[in-house]
């Protein structure tokens, strides 16, 4: 498989953004999801939460690249016969979804930034990440990055779903255009 896409096929650096974002992701919001609800005596809090900052910024970088390189590469065009609302919500998906990877991670950054009191992101345990400038309420960015994480939830599936109505339902290409074996 070439590296860059063509008009037939992702190439392998797509494909390599596309599946490790997706998974980092994935076990990001779950995570996410355990660790928010812990009580503040717990004694994984404190490691959940600086692996899931770690890895939502690896996110952040990795997305921002990905983003790059969707500027430079052709993209696969869905089937001229598809019906063109069904197009046209796959586009919107994939569009909101290349939004959200982006910022999801950055309101974490931005609400962890702005904590009153605010705690270092080692990165990996390697080094410090550095905080943002401070740019809005603690809480309104604790709400903000909730209500991004869970538009994803319902992105993702949404995604997921119009993937499995290509291989399944249409017997198209669509699938096969982002898989290594496809
Ligand atoms: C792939 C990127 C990310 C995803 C999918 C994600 C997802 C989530 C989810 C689902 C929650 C639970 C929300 C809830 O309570 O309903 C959460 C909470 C949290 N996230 Fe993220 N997150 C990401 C990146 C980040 C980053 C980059 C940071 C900070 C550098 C961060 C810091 C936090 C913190 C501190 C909480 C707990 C908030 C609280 O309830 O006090 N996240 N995240």
């Known amino acids: 498989m070439p590296w860059r896409s063509t008009a037939e096929h992702y190439g ?13 992701i994935v076990v990001n919001i779950c995570l996410g999801l355990y660790f928010a609800d812990l009580p503040k005596s717990d004694p994984y809090l ?16 990795l997305s921002l690249l990905r983003v790059l390189w969707r500027l430079v590469n052709p993209v ?14 796959a586009r919107v ?3 909101l979804l290349y939004v959200l990877i982006v910022i999801i ?12 009191h605010p705690v ?21 960015l604790v709400d903000t990055h909730a209500f991004l994480a869970w538009s994803a939830i319902v992105l993702v599936p949404l ?24």
């Open 12 to 24: 392998n650096v797509a494909m390599f953004f596309h599946w490790l974002i997706a998974a980092l």
């Open 159 to 182: 995604h997921v779903a119009g993937a499995l109505y290509h291989r399944y339902w249409r017997r198209d290409q669509v699938l096969a255009q982002m898989l290594p074996w496809g």
């Open 46 to 61: 404190y490691y959940l939460a600086q692996i899931h900052k770690s890895i939502g910024l690896t996110v952040l970088v």
């Open 105 to 116: 991670p950055l309101s974490g950054w931005l609400m962890v930034s702005a904590s009153r």
């Open 120 to 140: 270092p992101t080692p990165y990996f345990f390697l080094f410090d990440w550095p905080n943002l400038p401070k740019v809005a309420d603690h809480e309104l």
């Open 93 to 95: 998906t994939q569009f």
């Open 76 to 89: 696969p065009p869905l089937p001229a016969d598809m019906p063109s609302a069904l197009k046209f919500l």
